[in-house]
């Protein structure tokens, strides 16, 4: 059993939902509020570059609410934005992607995440990082284990 809650950034929410994936209700999940709107500005490219027409992208963003919507959503107080610029600065990372790592490291959260770069930077953070792929494995064996 997987005791250890996970946080999901965008890529990993966009990833799960494009495999219609049915696992948000049955472990410990958590996004930050930033996540709703990297999700939306992800269906976004994907109408903009033509891979889904304006109707997919409308019903994607449908899914990804409804899965948003079953998720804990945590907000990174105003106490800690300088937490977050200064791991920014650290790691050579967006701001955006810092404040995942941050509340990651913050709350003893593993990181879920399709980004290289920012799971390979959290493990160096002793963060632990899984992709998409990993993740669905150890919750998958945790579930029916």
Known sequence: MVEQGFLLDASAIVELVLREEKIF?????????????????AVWKLVKRGIVTELEGAVLG????????????????????MEVLKLALETGLT?????????????????VSEDEELTKKAIKYGVKA????????????????
């Open 25 to 41: 209700n049955s472990i410990d999940l958590h996004v930050i509020e930033l996540t709703k709107y990297e999700c939306l500005n």
């Open 62 to 81: 449908r899914r990804i609410y409804e899965v948003l919507n079953t998720i804990d959503m945590i907000t990174i107080g105003l106490e800690s934005m």
């Open 95 to 111: 701001v955006y992607d810092a404040s995942y790592l941050y509340v990651a490291k913050d709350r003893g959260l593993i990181l």
């Open 130 to 145: 899984l992709n998409v792929a990993e993740f669905l494995a150890m919750i998958k064996g945790s579930l029916h284990g």
